[in-house]
């Protein structure tokens, strides 16, 4: 017999874990006066064990019909879930035992272990804030611009073009930062953690990316900065970047053949 036929047999249904229907059992409890176990198995194609388990529920309860399974219902509501999925989003950045009291003062408490259950109810997880770049509309609009512009570009522009970006580097530690989100919404404005420039406590470096190639990691020196902050001025990015280590580069890539364009 072949193995989907098979698998179709009712006592192979039985046997995968596939009980009768309510139904099905109240008629082959019916099917037991005047008959065996035996004989009302063979009929039916299915198990004695199965017969004998459907007389015994029809006379104990007056019917096959399954009964409530047991445990506690859930206590919290859809209408209570929504309302603690509304104060963790409004609350992305603050730990699990932080939000207890948030809860608590909207009359939901809550035992951590029952809010990490919420948790996984609402599909929601603790993630490190993705890092991205601190944009202002202006800087926004630009980048927009520059996309629209460039959007009908060929594969021959883009191998031309040199990408060049700076970072500050903390020195008094790391900035991790762990938000509530569910998967997907890594990038939404309050799940993300911005990257500001010239901070105390860190230091500049500069590199450069192109097609087929990449610049040194290379820190910029704001010993002689005229700046109020002392940070990286135009001066200083001019003087270090565009008339120092990326000349090299751009006269080494043009020597692959092409024009350049330097995007920073």
Known sequence: MHLSSLLLHP????????PFSPSKRDFIAGETNGKSHRQVAREKHCSPSTVA?????QRERGSNTTPKRPGRPRSLT???MHHI???IVANRRRSLRQLLPLLSEINLPLSLSSLKRVFKRLGLMQYI???KPFLNKKAKFQRIKYAMVHQHDTPQAW???????EAAIRLDGNMRTFVSRREGEAYLPDCLRPRLHALRGTCMVWAAVWHGGRSKLIRFDQSESKGKKGGVTAAIYQGQITKGELRRNWRQVLG??????VLG
Do not use: H, K, P
């Open 78 to 80: 859809e209408r209570d």
């Open 129 to 131: 804030a993705r890092v």
């Open 53 to 57: 388990y459907a007389v015994c529920q």
């Open 159 to 165: 191998q031309s073009t040199i990408f060049v970006d």
């Open 11 to 18: 006592i192979a249904l039985e046997m995968v874990g596939m």
């Open 85 to 87: 999925r509304q104060v």
């Open 256 to 261: 692959n053949g092409g024009a350049m364009d």
